[in-house]
């Protein structure tokens, strides 16, 4: 059988979930709105909901239907599956009507999948989790009745706190049920990291300190933070996304090659990349002016808004190469990427000491534009040897909505954890991120105009 059909079997497949109810608790929320039911619609347009799967959208004030769809704009056939139902934490009577309301709704009565995703913030999620637990909702009837919990990032402010939260977890959860949600792990740029290192020899064989000066991984985004003060102000830019996003795609980067691509080696080899990550300084932390003004933030808040940190790894491959690590609110462009440098080689055919040509750089742009480009060295066209550099690049096609939770929503009804970071991934970023603000001091902290600042160099 050809390669790309032994490939396209085990991977390329889309399977089309079995019946699945997906609870939303934060309906009415800002995540909701922008990304999880985007998502949700874009998997409706390509045939991967069960034509009898249902969408109960929670919120704790009492609304309306009508109200939410005019909110949330989605495509008729999506809409048809959704209902919506007030869920209080604090009444311990809401799981008994959640549960009612479930077994009203579903045709199978129960003995369909069901996933109960948390667009909350984990300090409220776990209150939810005791009632539904109590109320057996949490109960598996069956391996195909499987009930998934999906909880968004950050599960807690330092190590100690993720490690607390998932002990709890671990109380009223079989660790397959826990599904920890990044959502830049379902974006196809970063999964493609694994398929460019390890897919093709040009890479494969020099992905190491041996050729690799320097590795880049970058988040700037033009807009502050909008309505998400509230949560923004607890956690910052190192929790909000170093901890899960930055360091995640930096184990990605130098992580052994998986023996099997499966959940339990992909989790394996990248535990302990992230786990050989160490912070050598940080080189810039500061906050925008203006965001003390912005709705929920604390008057004197000192909350990081962008931080540029440089890393080293201890694994013996990686011995020397620079690891760098930026993100940023109100910076000067919107841009996401990931940069490998290569070491420059010496100038060809003359003796010239010390010379040595630029490196090459392979980039993966994430933000604006979804794409790949080459950097290499080759000759200027004309009569002489002169030589200059050449961007080889390719753009990808339109990508399906919902900025990767399309796809982390798919695979929670598949029951697929490969992308999911298990609790060891966690509490190993959550330390580097401790590592990193045990460096910070308020008086390093330094206040920039919006649009000023640009890391992307």
């Known amino acids: 059988m050809p390669f790309t059909a032994v490939f396209d079997e085990k991977f390329c497949r889309e399977n089309a979930p079995s019946d699945c109810t997906i609870i939303i608790f934060g309906s009415s929320g800002n995540l909701a709105e922008k990304k999880i039911f985007p998502a949700l619609d874009a998997l409706e347009k390509r045939g991967l909901l069960h034509p009898s799967s249902r969408i109960v959208a929670l919120s704790r004030r009492k ?20 209902s919506v139902l007030q869920f209080d934490p ?4 809401s799981a008994e009507r959640l549960d009612e309301h479930l077994r009203k709704i579903e045709p199978s009565n129960g003995k369909n999948g069901r996933i109960f995703y948390f667009a909350v913030p984990t300090v409220f999620s776990g209150s939810i989790i005791k009632l539904l637990h109590r109320g057996g909702l949490l109960n598996e009837p069956s391996k195909t009745a499987f009930r998934n919990v999906a909880l968004e990032k950050p599960l807690g402010e330092n190590k100690a706190d993720i490690n607390r939260m998932y002990r709890f977890l671990s109380s009223l959860l079989e660790p397959h049920q826990i599904y920890l949600v990044d959502h830049y792990l379902g974006k196809d740029d970063v999964q493609n990291i694994l398929m460019l290192r390890f897919a093709n020899r040009i890479f494969s064989g ?77 080189r810039f932390a500061g906050q925008y002016e203006g965001y003390l003004q912005e709705q929920s933030v604390a008057a004197n808040s000192g ?61 993966l742009e994430l933000k604006p534009d979804s794409g790949i480009k080459l950097q290499i060295c080759c000759k200027k066209n004309g009569p002489l040897l002169c030589l200059g550099t050449l961007s080889l690049s390719h753009t990808a096609g339109k990508q399906i909505s919902g900025d990767g939770y399309w796809r982390i929503l798919l695979a929670c009804q598949n029951c697929d954890r490969t992308f999911f970071p298990d609790i060891r991934m966690l509490e190993n970023a959550g330390a580097v991120c401790d590592e990193a603000e045990k460096m910070l001091s308020p008086e390093n902290v330094r206040i920039y105009s919006r649009g000023t600042l640009d890391f992307s160099a």
Not at 322 to 328: E, V
Not at 351 to 357: F, G, H, K, M, N
């Open 90 to 93: 604090d009444d311990p009577d």
């Open 303 to 363: 909350t990081l808004t962008c931080a540029d940190i440089c890393c080293r790894s201890t694994f013996p491959g990686w011995h020397g190469v620079k690891m760098r690590l930026f993100a940023g609110k109100a910076m000067a462009q919107e841009r996401t990427v990931i940069r490998a440098s290569f070491r420059g080689e010496k100038l060809p055919f003359a003796d010239i000491p010390d010379a040595v040509l630029p490196g090459n750089e392979l980039e």
């Open 206 to 282: 020099i992905w190491n300190n041996s050729c690799i000066e320097k590795l880049t991984i970058g988040v700037s985004e033009r807009h502050g933070i909008g309505g998400r003060g509230a949560y923004f102000d607890r956690t910052g830019i190192i929790r909000d996304m170093f901890q899960s996003h930055l360091l995640l795609m930096l184990g990605l980067c130098i992580m052994a090659r998986p023996d099997e691509f499966d959940v339990e080696h992909i989790h394996r080899n990248l535990n302990s990349a992230i786990e050989s990550i160490r912070v050598e300084k940080v």
């Open 63 to 82: 609304f309306k239907l009508e109200e939410l769809l005019a909110k949330i704009r989605v495509s008729p056939a999506l809409a048809r599956k959704i």
